[in-house]
Each structure stands twice: as C-alpha cells, then as structure tokens.
C-alpha cells in the first residue's frame, strides 16, 4: 500500500511454515516455503533464502520486521541483524497479510483463528476479534480461554485439549465421559493433566481455535493423536464433507456487552456436540453441525462489533481458514449479514502468509510516522 523506497523491509515470518519477504519500492516479494525452523537445515534455508532475495531483487533493507515471541528463531534472527526492528504481533500479521493483498489500509473486523501466537498478555492467543488496520490492533473478542496442559505437548496430542474441554463443560462428569469417549487417555494420564491444572504448571490458557477443533476431533473418536500438523483438524473437516448437506446448529453463547470483549464459549460448544454425539448423531452429522456453530459464532460476535465500531468490513486469516467446509459455511453467513469479506487469496492464510503483514505493517507505521 505504500512505496517503501529507500527504506526496504525484510520481514522474517513465523516459527512454522515459515517464509520470508523482501521489500523493493511498492511490491513485497516471498520466499519458497521454509518450513518449520526447527533444525539445523531449516535454518540455514532460512538464512540462505534471506541472502537469495537480497540478491536476486539487488537491494538490502533497512528495517526488519518480525513476530513478537521472543524466542522465535526468526524473532532471534532479526535482533541481531543490526537494524532497526519492528515487531508485530502475530495475529495482527495474519490480518495485515489480507489488508496487503487487497490493497486496504482502512479499519476492519480482523478475524484471525490460528493453533497459537504470542500475546501481549502473556497468554496464548489463537482465535481472535481485532479492530485493525495496518498500524495497529484492538483486541475486542476471543474465544473462551481454557489451559493448555503440557505446552506444546497439547498441539501433539489432541485427546489432551479433548479432557480440558470435558472438564470445562461437564466438571462433576469429567472423567466418566472421558473413559468412554476418550480411551487412549489412561486414569493415570487424566490424573497427570489434573494436577498440571490445578496447580497451574506449564500449562498457559489459550482461546486458540486450532485447540478447539483438536478437542472436536478427539472427542468424536475421529483423532487423538497429531502424526502431522493440523491432522486432528484436518480429519474433522474431512468428516463433515461427508454430511455436507447438514445444516443445523448448535446455539453460540457469547458473554461480554458494551466496551467488554466478546467471549465465544468453547466449552458451551463442545457441550452441545457431545450430547448430541452421545444421543446417537453419528461423528459426520455431528462435526458438521460443530463447524456451522463456529461459523455462527464468528457471525454473531462480528455483528456486535460493527454495532460498537460501524465496521463492515471483515478480514479472515489464520491457518483454521485453510479450512474449507468452515469457508464455505462463514462467507456466505457474512455476506447475507451485508458484510464485505476479505481472506486470502495470494499467499497462505497460515503462518507461511504472516511475513507479507510484518513487511505491510512496518511499512505503513515507518509512513505514518
């Protein structure tokens, strides 16, 4: 949206799927997919493919923009390159990419659903409401934190976001549930996740979207354990493809009013499916319906936004989007509510698209300034 001449910007991207993006004049050039900076090979990839746009486009920049987790491996990259740095919160990118694409820098309704970014507060954010544009960010809704026990270990393990949500929406009946629809997760193992709750030990809450969908997956039998990214996900759309033709809902709860944030009840999600899962609604019918809740809750939480902003313009990003089933029931769903709708449509609405909003939001506050 801007000339960057004279100041070219190399935004590092995240730390999965990661890409990179070079600044010259008014265009943003990507990178081939890096992959995951988890590995020796990864990084000198990444690396060399910093040095092979640099060449390639025949200038060097002179801000680097990058994600705000300190510990990211790109984040460490472009503190010590010696140049000024802009960090950017990393659902912030995700909508920033889509505003870059389509050429906005107005204030939109910025939806960005993803497995996990870091947040200002400390917390682990993932599905997220912003008011955005280019510049900046408010947070003004998410959905429902719940504790993520083990980390990382619970975006592995599906069936562990599975018992947090059974706890969260059927505390006195927990366990009797999840020895029935949880049975690769032993007493033994259910008594670990308690105690890493209760005691609050390595075990951040997250209102990410992606541990949702996990805990769906898991809780209908369909998967528990995450042999590839996003396969819990993946699995649980490829289920509801094949009861396309449901249409039914489970009713969203939303808490918050006024200048209070919006909050989508994951928990109240999950009741409803699994009591309809366990009167007899088979696994396809079942997540179907749990996707069309999601949309309808995402619809809902954006109407009341535009009722306190007057926005009505909708930006989606996040690697949940890559989701068709969930696509093909939201955008609809929004446009009949007279919202335009803006996703991605050029580089990945996933983390491999997050550089493209680095380079975008850097460039916009380096002209605004």
Not at 97 to 116: C, K, N
Not at 203 to 210: E, N
Not at 284 to 301: D, K, P, T
Request: hydrophobic content about 45%; overall charge negative; glycine content about 8%.
């Amino acid at each position: 949206p801007c000339d960057t001449s004279g100041q070219e910007i190399l935004a590092t991207g995240a730390e999965l799927n990661n890409t990179v993006c070079l600044t010259r004049e008014g265009r943003a050039f990507l990178s081939h997919h890096i992959g995951d900076l988890v590995t020796v090979a990864a990084h000198d990839a990444f690396l060399q493919a910093a040095a092979h746009l640099d060449a390639l486009l025949g200038t060097s920049p002179s801000i680097v923009a990058c994600d705000m987790h300190p510990a990211y491996i790109s984040t460490r990259y472009a503190k010590a390159a010696g140049l000024p740095v802009v960090p950017v919160q990393h659902h912030h990118a995700h909508i920033a990419s889509v505003l870059a694409e389509s050429g906005r820098t107005d204030p939109v309704i910025g939806v960005a659903f993803d497995g996990m970014g870091w947040s200002p507060d400390g917390t682990l954010w993932g599905g997220e409401f912003l008011v955005c544009d280019l510049r900046d960010f408010r947070r003004v809704g998410y959905i429902e934190p719940v504790p993520q026990p083990g980390g990382d270990a619970a975006a592995r393990e599906p069936v562990r976001m599975g018992y947090v949500y059974l706890r969260a929406a059927f505390p006195e009946h927990a366990d009797q549930l999840a020895a029935r629809l949880l049975p690769s997760l032993a007493e033994a193992d259910r008594a670990m996740l308690s105690r890493l709750m209760e005691r609050e030990v390595n075990c951040p809450l997250t209102s990410s979207a992606g541990r949702l969908f996990d805990a769906a997956a898991a809780l209908l039998g369909i998967c528990d354990r995450n042999s590839y990214h996003a396969q819990a996900p993946a699995e649980l759309q490829g289920r509801a493809y094949q009861a396309e033709d449901e249409r039914d809902v489970y009713v969203p709860e939303i808490r918050g009013a006024g200048l209070a944030p919006h909050v989508l009840s994951g928990s109240e999600l999950v009741r409803c499916l699994i009591e309809d899962f366990l009167r007899g609604a088979p696994a396809e019918v079942c997540s179907a319906r749990f996707h069309n809740s999601v949309a309808a809750g995402v619809v809902e939480v954006c109407q009341r936004i535009r009722e306190q902003e007057g926005l009505s313009t909708v930006a989606i990003s996040g690697g949940v989007f890559t989701n068709g089933f969930l696509l093909d029931r939201l955008v609809p769903l929004l446009e009949a509510m007279e919202f335009e709708v803006l996703s991605n449509r050029e580089v990945p609405a996933g983390d491999g698209g997050i550089c493209l909003g680095q380079a975008a939001v850097a460039a916009w506050r380096r002209q605004c300034a």
